[in-house]
């Protein structure tokens, strides 16, 4: 995952935090075989998931995508939506 050009502080944390609970809750994966990997910044929200077979090692980030620092807007974080009942 990487964050976009335009983004707030710990915005990739609070995207793999729900997509893992996604996964662990409604898809019953095992949390313990999901990785996630932050891969610095790109011009946009980039999210990839990938399906690596037992004993295989996970690929690195690709440092051609990754854009400097000195180039991320950091805004404020959206406001949350209150959590809805089921």
Do not use: Y
Not at 23 to 28: D, F, G, I, M, S
């Amino acid at each position: 995952m990487a964050a976009g050009q335009r983004t707030f502080k710990n915005e990739t944390a609070e995207h793999f935090a729900r997509i893992k609970s996604w996964l662990v809750n409604v898809r019953k994966l095992d949390p313990n075989r999901i990785i996630t990997l932050d891969c610095g910044f790109n011009r946009e929200l980039t999210v990839t998931l990938e399906i690596i077979p037992v004993g295989l090692t996970p690929r690195t980030c690709d440092s051609a995508m990754e854009i400097p620092v000195s180039e991320v807007r950091f805004t404020k974080p959206r406001p949350k939506s209150p959590k809805r009942r089921r």
